[in-house]
T-cell receptor, first 112, second 114 residues
Framework: GEQVEQLPSILRVQEGSSASINCSYE??????FPWYKQEPGENPKLIID?????ERKQIQELIVLLDKKAKRFSLHITDTQPGDSAMYFC???????????FGHGTILRVHP | EAGVTQSPRYAVLQEGQAVSFWCDPI?????LYWYQQPRDQGPQLLVY????????NSQLPSDRFSAVRPKGTNSTLKIQSAKQGDTATYLC????????????FGHGTKLSVL
């Protein structure tokens, strides 16, 4: 089945700087790549996603990039704020299975 | 619009005890997922249904775990004889079921097995 690797596991940045999280996947048929944010005690919430017919997508301060050839995708948060502190998960859906596989998560800490 | 509803929110058991988790998906969502999320880890799929049919339960420990969705709406996940390693949050999610659609998660049931 699909395997998704996510790095780093912990990311500490200063407020106002950028944060980047990188993921890789194995199944070249995967075609949907969502990103979820999870705050302590809460459920994961979708923040942005990208499909395989795109290479870049931006929603406000969130940018996702997809490199299908390298089977890598990444989340970039520009101008980070303390409220961005949370656990972030990447995920990939296999085109054939429809099954969403998550990475292990990145704890982001934005320091004032 | 009501979200995915799960109950109970918390459960504390001794090893060997049984427990059931209940999920009510978003109305009209034909696909329902159960994920296990250990502390500080990513959700791991246990089983998912399309309507009442099990599509994939390959990661469900079949000797102790079972899941049903008899009418294609609500679902129950049961652990027959809990072990300490089952300590995790159990998340239910639903989607419209077409390929590559957004999953909506419930708040989860946090299980502690002592």
């Amino acid at each position: 089945g699909e395997q998704v690797e996510q790095l780093p596991s912990i990311l500490r940045v200063q407020e106002g700087s950028s944060a980047s999280i990188n993921c890789s996947y194995e199944d070249s048929a995967s075609n949907y790549f969502p990103w979820y944010k999870q705050e302590p005690g809460e459920n994961p919430k979708l923040i942005i996603d990208i499909r395989s017919n795109m290479e870049r997508k931006q929603i406000q301060e969130l940018i996702v990039l997809l490199d299908k050839k390298a089977k890598r995708f990444s989340l970039h948060i520009t101008d980070t704020q303390p409220g961005d502190s949370a656990m972030y998960f990447c995920a990939a859906t296999g085109a054939n299975t429809g099954k969403l596989t998550f990475g292990h998560g990145t704890i982001l800490r934005v320091h004032p | 619009e009501a979200g995915v509803t799960q109950s109970p929110r918390y459960a504390v058991l001794q090893e060997g005890q049984a427990v059931s988790f209940w999920c009510d998906p978003i109305s009209g969502h034909d696909t329902l997922y159960w994920y296990q999320q250990p502390r500080d880890q990513g959700p791991q799929l246990l089983v998912y249904f399309r309507d009442e049919a099990v599509i994939d339960n390959s990661q469900l420990p079949s000797d102790r775990f079972s899941a049903v969705r008899p009418k294609g709406t609500n679902s129950t996940l049961k652990i027959q004889s809990a072990k300490q390693g089952d300590t995790a949050t159990y998340l239910c999610a639903s989607s419209t079921g077409t390929a590559n659609e957004r999953l909506f998660f419930g708040h989860g049931t946090k299980l502690s097995v002592l």
